[in-house]
């Protein structure tokens, strides 16, 4: 309703002096914009070099549980490699060797915690039911990035260390989820291509001129402008990595809506007969007056994730913030400059005028506004039919079978679940305890409905200064809020026995999220809508339209 604010408002006087004072210094606007569009590009990689990976939810019972586990034993509870060796054909795989092959594992990566057979005491959920497969689990320390750094020196080590003639292979999560691609690559530019080759496609049938490429070179301006006030920001807090692809995609759509606006505008105007500037003027009085309050609006429900308790949701609305706003800035400030100048120019060839209404959209009005009961009826039917995945989402991470379908990764998660491996072996849990109750642990982790496993891990590996590290394998994976029963029965079987520190894992991290995030989305939702009505009765000088 926003984008439709010129039919409800009447020339805004304010805008037009707005426009008058651009044109009147549109080359030193001009220039102001060209100075952040290079110093943009040429340090797009400074900023997203300090972008940072952290998804970490402060405060909540996973996650303090898990920084105490890494601060105690220098490895994550999140993230594991499972380590899979194989032996050839249809012979068992020696015990002895798959155990030396782990332990050779251990000590190429001495930071890491390979938690084998060994380390659990004999647990027979490290072996498929036909003996010709061990695996083991390797934590690591924090990664800074979405792809572990010694990805292939990992594989590397095993298969030098794996018995000779077996298959050795990385799976997980994380493994198959990455399907064995090493590339630090964010694949930003290639999105950003992508989506700007589709929205010349509909901007070159829309316009028929060269002026299809204004729009594009609007949202450019207005992303790399955004990316260095990011880089800005990094200086005094951290920012996440997805904000990058969030600047990127939503920058461009909707720099490229309200430049569209303009843009359409002004042809309109000059097709009517106006002179160059008085069409730009005109353009800014209504179109420019609706992408003002069209911007505000999307900027204020992106910033409402700042009230949420997740820094790097506070990071994405942050960016959600600062992406519309820059781009009304660039809209109503270079566009006119640039329309002003040598657009007519560039409108060529001028193939679709606007001086004439569409006949298409000006029957289907017509059609709407003569059926309206049975149109709102069947757009209430479209509606209900959108909304009806909805109520089946899965909340979380991806699971094993949501991800890679073919590769190393995926044939040995396949070899360990058809070997009676549970799925729930890709999604461990951590316990943290003082070493005396571990053992007590492992006693109520096991009855536990939803929990194949528990035990105390053994050695260096499981228990330092006086602590010790139960590990508790799910039947099932608990990469989801719908598989995560188990965890919040474990956690709650444990959360009152002296010396019982917390549980973490990817169950645990799950509960943590939901609790973050969805037991605060009412307070940010009822922020958006109360912020945005305000805004909106502002803009079309109405209490009833903005309840529409």
Not at 400 to 429: C, H, M, R, V
Request: proline share 5%; with cysteine.
């Amino acid at each position: 309703m926003v984008t439709f604010n010129i039919f409800f408002n009447p020339r805004s006087e304010s805008m037009t002096r707005f426009a008058e004072f651009v044109l009147r210094h549109r080359i030193i606007v001009a220039l102001f914009w060209l100075v952040a569009f290079v110093a943009g590009g040429a340090t797009s990689g400074i900023t997203t070099s300090r972008l940072n990976v952290d998804f970490s939810l402060p405060g909540q019972d996973g996650y303090e549980a898990a920084k105490k586990i890494e601060a105690n034993y220098g490895t994550e509870s999140d993230n594991s490699f499972v380590l899979v060796v194989t032996a050839p054909g249809v012979s068992k795989l020696d015990n002895a060797a798959a155990n030396a092959a782990f332990a050779g594992v251990a000590t190429d990566f001495p930071e890491a915690r390979v938690v084998d057979k060994t380390a659990s005491g004999g647990d027979p959920l490290f072996t498929t039911s036909d003996g010709r497969t061990q695996f083991a689990y390797a934590f690591f320390p924090s990664q800074n990035s979405f792809v572990f750094k010694d990805h292939d020196k990992l594989a590397a080590s095993l298969k030098a260390h794996a018995p000779a003639g077996s298959t050795a292979s990385l799976s997980g999560l994380e493994e198959l989820r990455a399907n064995g691609d090493t590339s630090t690559d964010s694949g930003v530019l290639a999105e950003f291509v992508l989506g700007a080759l589709g929205a010349l496609a509909v901007l070159a049938f829309v316009f028929a001129s060269f002026l299809a490429l204004l729009p594009l070179f609007i949202a450019g301006v207005s992303i790399l402008t955004t990316f260095l006030i990011v880089l800005f920001l990094t200086l005094f807090t951290d920012i996440s990595l997805i904000v990058q692809f969030l600047i990127a995609l939503v920058g461009l759509g909707v720099a490229i809506d309200y430049s569209l606006l303009i843009v359409t505008r002004w042809r309109e105007e000059r097709d009517h007969g106006r002179d160059n500037r008085e069409a730009v003027v005109s353009a800014m009085e209504t179109a420019g007056h609706a992408v003002l309050f069209s911007g505000l609006t999307v900027a204020i429900s992106l910033c409402a994730l700042i009230i949420l308790p997740v820094p790097f949701l506070r990071s994405v609305g942050i960016a959600g913030l600062l992406i519309p706003l820059i781009s009304i800035a660039v809209s109503t400030t270079l566009l006119p400059a640039i329309l002003s100048s040598f657009a007519p120019k560039v409108d060529w060839p001028k193939i679709r005028h606007e001086n004439k209404p569409s006949r298409f959209w000006t029957s289907w009005g017509r059609l709407i506004v003569r059926h309206r009961i049975p149109a709102t009826l069947l757009a209430i039917v479209l509606l209900g039919f959108l909304i009806v995945p909805a109520t089946t989402i899965r909340i979380g991470n991806a699971n094993s079978d949501a991800l890679a379908k073919s590769g190393p990764a995926y044939e040995a998660s396949q070899t360990l679940f058809k070997g009676g491996i549970p799925k729930g072996a890709l999604t461990p849990l951590q316990i943290l305890s003082s070493d005396d109750v571990a053992p007590a642990v492992v006693t109520k982790a096991k009855v536990i409905t939803g929990i194949a496993t528990a035990f105390v891990e053994t050695g260096s590996v499981g228990q330092r200064n006086g602590s010790a590290l139960t590990l508790a394998v799910p039947v099932n994976e608990t990469a989801d809020a719908t598989t995560t029963k188990p965890v919040r029965d474990l956690k709650s079987a444990v959360k009152d026995m002296s010396g019982v520190v917390g549980v973490a894992g990817v169950g645990a991290t799950q509960l943590d999220f939901l609790k973050g995030v969805y037991g605060n989305f009412p307070v940010a939702l009822a922020l958006i809508l109360l912020v945005t009505y305000i805004l909106l009765v502002r803009a079309f000088r109405s209490l009833l339209l903005p309840l529409k």
